[in-house]
């Protein structure tokens, strides 16, 4: 079972001014996986504070999925955090999110969103709205229950490699 923290990213959210309905809509998606939720939280768009909050939760969680901040906006910092914390990036993961969004807007190509690892964490950020949520996280899914297995040192090949 895959362990994964849900983090919420908003000023607005993080002062009770905005409801998230953003970090719900991925706790419907994950339910895709064989997966529990540890942890669920609201931030404010903070660096330090978000590089700090992502740190503690890779002591409890496979996976830590982020929504919001990854905008051009001055107080999007989730990717510049998240890029603080991460030993590398997995660039394929943002690449195909981006290329789902385009296929919706073209402002899919503003977005920063990254995904990386830290120790055997996998952390992906995802756009803040609930429906560019779905789009996303839709286009990586699939892959993150093998993702996470070779994160964390599997040496078992996936089954869909198999020919």
Request: aromatic share 2%.
């Amino acid at each position: 079972m895959i362990k994964i923290a849900i983090l919420t990213l908003s000023d607005k959210g993080s002062n009770g001014e905005r409801k998230d309905t953003s970090g719900p809509a991925i706790g419907k998606l994950v339910k895709k996986i064989d997966a529990e939720i540890v942890a669920s939280e609201i931030l404010p768009d903070e660096k330090t504070l978000i590089k700090k909050k992502l740190i503690s939760l890779c002591k409890k969680a496979d996976l830590i999925l982020t929504t919001g901040g990854t905008g051009v906006s001055p107080r999007d910092v989730t990717p510049d955090a998240t890029r603080e914390v991460i030993k590398y990036e997995i660039p394929g993961i943002a690449e195909a999110m981006r290329l789902k969004g385009l296929k919706k807007t073209p402002f899919a190509m503003i977005s920063r969103a990254v995904a990386g690892v830290r120790g055997k964490t996998l952390i992906i950020n995802l756009p803040g709205s609930p429906q560019a949520v779905k789009e996303n996280l839709s286009a990586v899914l699939s892959i993150i229950p093998h993702t996470i297995e070779k994160i964390q040192g599997s040496k078992v090949d996936c089954a869909c490699r198999k020919k």
